[in-house]
């Protein structure tokens, strides 16, 4: 077995640097490496679950309260899959509170510190599913919307939960006075990676169109999209869903003429074809 596969590259964030030395400083040292520990437990089980399906995976990027495995897979592959990756982060979590239960029955571990490791992966697993990217919750959020949602809508509309869940986040632990630098950090974060999120909208929905024409996938369902004639190709893709197989036709024409998606994309990206309409491609 080639160890590689299953070890990943690793990175830690330079701010998990100053918590340590914050850390040393203050004698919390104890609880940042419960919560290290518990985080990197999380992301290899996202990890090892996506080796399962030959993701590529680029590296897992650990920071503080968090870490991110960074793939490009996302959006592209079987949309069960992606559920299965994404859960198996916080099925982790399950995994740990056995963990802690069966060294607390072996008397391992002092009881304060297993108590802590307690609340720590509560909290973690609690804040983990805030339906917020690049959190699980977040990709949840989506994956909920994909099913029900053309894939540029899912993804535009996950990131506007993400971005109204931060403000909202900010304002209650402002108005409770829970706030702390460490969530003030967090918060921060998380709006930029949203805003990331956001730049690279235009790229993410080009990308599954281009995974649609290379790698086909059998869908159960099918959509007839109506359209109108005088519509290009790139007016009509908005319209594609993640998990259906889309056939296009002209609305009010009496002909029920259809092109499958698959034309539609080899016309895109094979032939150049951007400034054709529908209504060219049809007759």
Same mark, same amino acid.
């Given at each position: 077995?080639?160890?590689?596969?299953?070890?990943?590259?690793?990175?830690?964030?330079?701010? @998990?640097? #100053? !918590?340590?030395?914050?850390?040393?400083?203050?004698?919390?040292?104890?609880?940042?490496?419960?919560?290290?520990?518990?985080?990197? !437990?999380?992301?290899?089980? %996202?990890?090892?679950?996506?080796? &399962?399906?030959?993701?590529?995976?680029?590296?897992?990027?650990?920071?503080? #309260?968090?870490?991110? &495995?960074?793939?490009?897979?996302?959006?592209?592959?079987?949309?069960?899959?992606?559920? $299965?990756?994404?859960? +198996?982060?916080? !099925?982790? %979590?399950?995994?740990? #509170?056995?963990?802690?239960?069966?060294?607390?029955?072996?008397?391992?571990?002092?009881?304060?510190?297993?108590?802590? +490791?307690?609340?720590?992966?509560? /909290?973690?697993?609690?804040?983990?599913?805030?339906?917020?990217?690049?959190?699980?919750?977040?990709?949840? @959020?989506?994956?909920?919307?994909?099913?029900?949602?053309?894939?540029? +809508?899912?993804?535009?509309?996950?990131?506007?939960?993400?971005?109204?869940?931060?403000?909202?986040?900010?304002?209650?632990?402002?108005?409770?006075?829970?706030?702390? $630098?460490?969530?003030?950090?967090? #918060?921060? /974060?998380?709006?930029?990676?949203?805003?990331?999120?956001?730049?690279?909208?235009?790229?993410?929905?080009?990308?599954?169109?281009?995974?649609?024409?290379?790698?086909?996938?059998?869908?159960?369902?099918?959509?007839?999209? +109506?359209?109108? *004639?005088?519509?290009?190709? &790139?007016?009509?893709?908005?319209?594609?869903?993640?998990?259906?197989? =889309?056939?296009?036709?002209?609305?009010?024409? =009496? *002909?029920?003429?259809?092109?499958?998606?698959?034309?539609?994309?080899?016309?895109?990206?094979?032939?150049?074809? =951007?400034?054709?309409?529908?209504?060219?491609?049809?007759?």
């Amino acid at each position: 077995m080639n160890s590689r596969r299953w070890i990943p590259p690793i990175h830690v964030h330079p701010i @998990v640097f #100053f !918590f340590l030395a914050v850390s040393i400083l203050t004698g919390m040292l104890t609880e940042l490496l419960i919560i290290f520990l518990i985080v990197l !437990f999380h992301e290899m089980g %996202h990890y090892l679950c996506a080796r &399962m399906f030959n993701w590529r995976i680029r590296r897992i990027y650990l920071w503080f #309260f968090g870490g991110v &495995m960074e793939t490009e897979e996302y959006g592209t592959r079987p949309i069960w899959e992606e559920w $299965l990756v994404t859960i +198996a982060g916080p !099925f982790q %979590h399950l995994l740990i #509170f056995l963990i802690i239960h069966f060294i607390h029955f072996l008397s391992l571990i002092p009881e304060s510190t297993l108590t802590l +490791a307690y609340q720590y992966n509560l /909290f973690i697993l609690l804040g983990n599913l805030l339906p917020i990217l690049p959190l699980d919750g977040g990709r949840l @959020v989506q994956l909920m919307g994909d099913h029900l949602l053309p894939y540029q +809508a899912s993804h535009m509309f996950s990131i506007v939960v993400s971005v109204v869940t931060i403000g909202l986040g900010l304002i209650i632990t402002y108005s409770t006075g829970i706030l702390s $630098l460490s969530l003030l950090l967090l #918060f921060i /974060f998380l709006l930029l990676e949203n805003r990331l999120e956001w730049k690279n909208r235009y790229y993410r929905w080009l990308r599954f169109l281009l995974y649609r024409h290379s790698s086909p996938i059998s869908f159960t369902k099918n959509v007839y999209l +109506a359209v109108d *004639e005088r519509k290009r190709l &790139m007016d009509v893709f908005p319209h594609f869903y993640r998990n259906r197989y =889309h056939f296009i036709g002209l609305k009010g024409h =009496h *002909e029920r003429v259809f092109i499958s998606e698959s034309e539609c994309l080899s016309l895109y990206f094979e032939q150049k074809a =951007h400034q054709l309409t529908i209504g060219d491609i049809v007759r």
